[in-house]
């Protein structure tokens, strides 16, 4: 009797936890208004890639990490990238709906599986949103100190970053900032952030151009003064400032053609990112000694160092127009998975609730932003950046593991992108993905675990039962995704 039930509780049935679903009708038959073209679509992932990735983490990894060698720290994370690109390209041509890898993953893995992804990514966008704020914070402070306006020192940095530092203002105001932005609506908030990319992407070529004409070779060796393992162990830790494409797949329903355009937009994005990337690191290392790079405004301080101050405040401008479009491609993320959640049951139905104006998912989009303000206002950058690496990186084997799967279970589903490699691409996503996790410390798998246990809780006790009266029965046929 005892195994029946469990054979019960984990099949795919109506009372099974692996029940493969796909997303509930929006309560009262609301829905999102699809606005975003490739171009905005492909600015929005650009904007999430560049960030605080080349303004504050490249030269935080350089100093105290891998160097100069940061270049190759950049281009591992890229090429494990790259490789999920692929799969994520392939479901968002084939599911085009909002919550990302929750919704591809739930599609074909089964709820218990997405519900497990979408908990974990919630707390993993919000953190990047803290992270990339934290960053911009550094810059701004390095604006008003050119100005003459010090701020008080408990205002300066979350507790141990420095004497006397109690909270990051700065950065909690950038969130909450970004939230009110978004919910403007996604027409007039995609304007503002495809504008404000253009920006950043002009300010980092001038970056990348005038660094090139203070380019000291001799700063560059030795190239790898932490050895292999520092160059590596840089890699777990930008490898957040790669992947802002699976935000861009957050915003499937809000999107023209999306089986068409989702794709072509998450490799573009992920293209043009890494060139600047790999440009940037070496202008950054070239220019000053790792050793001197200042982890919180690295572009600035290094082109002070050779004699374009003026510069310097232009682009410490630029880096805060910069990461705002990286929060606000996070964050919007974030605020649709919660919206996708609170869709299909798993979550209260109040998160997915739609502005009666603006259609967009206001009330996730707060919650997002005063959770982000919290993180990012009490907790150092490195931290919070690790925390968000391995939920992501954890995702993307899921990902990849699951086109896999369904490429072979279901070889005649209508795909608007096609994974090329198969096999071998998703399996070496996987194999990335978990070798890039093995790098991050014990106490970033404990944070995760601790999350992970909160949140099979909170579905045992809500989600479970709610979400099959939200939607009843078994798990639905695969075909019925070219449907969707």
Request: hydrophobic share 50%.
């Amino acid at each position: 009797m005892a195994v029946s039930r469990l054979s019960t509780l984990f099949g795919t049935g109506p009372g099974g936890v692996l029940r493969r679903t796909l997303p509930a009708e929006p309560p009262g038959g609301s829905r999102m208004v699809r606005t975003l073209g490739l171009t905005q679509l492909t600015m929005i992932g650009i904007g999430a890639i560049i960030g605080a990735g080349i303004f504050s983490l490249a030269a935080s990894v350089a100093r105290d990490t891998a160097g100069p060698a940061v270049l190759v720290s950049f281009l591992v994370a890229g090429l494990a990238s790259l490789f999920a690109a692929f799969a994520y390209a392939e479901f968002a041509g084939m599911v085009p709906r909002a919550g990302s890898s929750y919704t591809y993953c739930a599609a074909v893995l089964g709820e218990l599986v997405g519900w497990i992804v979408g908990w974990d990514l919630l707390l993993e966008y919000t953190a990047i949103v803290a992270v990339v704020a934290i960053g911009m914070s550094g810059y701004v402070g390095f604006l008003l100190d050119g100005l003459g306006v010090h701020l008080p020192q408990w205002a300066l940095g979350a507790p141990g970053t420095g004497a006397g530092h109690r909270v990051d203002l700065i950065a909690m105001l950038i969130c909450l900032a970004v939230a009110w932005l978004l919910t403007r609506g996604t027409r007039t908030s995609a304007r503002v952030e495809t504008v404000l990319t253009i920006i950043k992407i002009l300010i980092v070529l001038v970056v990348i151009v005038l660094g090139f004409t203070r380019l000291d070779p001799a700063n560059l060796h030795p190239f790898a003064p932490f050895g292999v393992t520092g160059a590596l162990t840089g890699a777990s830790t930008v490898f957040f400032a790669v992947f802002g494409y699976d935000a861009l797949s957050s915003a499937a329903e809000e999107s023209v053609s999306a089986r068409r355009h989702l794709p072509k937009a998450m490799l573009i994005s992920l293209g043009v990112s890494m060139v600047l990337y790999v440009l940037a690191c070496i202008v950054l290392t070239g220019m000053q000694h790792y050793s001197r790079l200042d982890p919180k405004s690295g572009f600035s301080s290094a082109l002070r160092s050779v004699g374009f101050a003026g510069v310097a405040n232009i682009v410490a401008l630029g880096a805060i127009i910069g990461i705002v479009t990286v929060t606000f491609s996070f964050m919007m993320g974030a605020a649709r998975i919660w919206y996708a959640l609170g869709r299909d049951g798993l979550m209260p139905a109040t998160f997915a609730a739609l502005h009666p104006k603006r259609r967009i998912p206001h009330r996730a989009t707060w919650g997002i932003g005063i959770i982000a303000a919290a993180l990012a206002g009490l907790f150092p950058i490195n931290t919070v950046a690790e925390l968000t690496n391995i939920g992501v990186l954890l995702a993307f084997v899921l990902v990849s593991g699951a086109v896999l799967l369904l490429r072979y279970r279901k070889p005649g589903l209508r795909r608007g992108f096609r994974c090329p490699g198969m096999p071998v691409v998703p399996l070496c996503s996987i194999g990335f993905s978990i070798w890039l996790m093995s790098y991050l410390h014990w106490e970033t798998w404990a944070r995760l675990g601790g999350w992970l246990l909160l949140g099979l809780a909170v579905y045992a006790g809500y989600g479970y039962r709610r979400a099959r009266r939200v939607r009843p029965g078994g798990s639905v046929e695969l075909e019925s995704l070219d449907a969707s």
